[in-house]
């Protein structure tokens, strides 16, 4: 499974990102893709995740400003990101898990950069 990440970029305090991550390959019927974060000089930070039956779950950190969904025609996981403010300045990784056997298989995408900025 590849996973591609894509949408990050410089935004203004108070704006609004939306990061998307395509997964191609061999798809489980049963999965789960989230996103993480990891800030310059911290440790990855999970932030959401959300099954192929689009049952959802937030860190509470971010819970009321980012959002995860996804569209399983696409086999794509957007995080919808709102009133962004400076220390959400990280790169953004996205994952998927194969939950479809009895073995899991983990994956990351390559990551992409959020900067908020004035």
């Known amino acids: 499974v590849q996973l591609q990440a894509s949408g990050g970029g410089l935004v203004q305090p108070g704006g609004s990102l939306r990061l998307s991550c395509a997964a191609s390959g061999s798809i489980g019927w049963m999965n789960i893709m989230g996103w993480y974060c990891q800030a310059p000089g911290k440790q990855r930070e999970w932030l959401a995740g959300i099954n192929s039956s689009g049952t959802t779950n937030s860190a509470d950190s971010v819970k009321g400003q980012f959002t995860i969904f996804r569209d399983n025609a696409k086999n794509t996981v957007y995080l919808q990101m709102n009133s962004l403010k400076p220390e959400d300045t990280a790169v953004y990784y996205c994952?998927?898990?194969?939950?479809?056997?009895?073995?899991?298989?983990?994956?990351w995408g390559q990551g992409t950069l959020v900067t908020v900025s004035s």
């Open positions: 994952d998927y898990i194969d939950t479809s056997g009895t073995n899991y298989y983990h994956y």
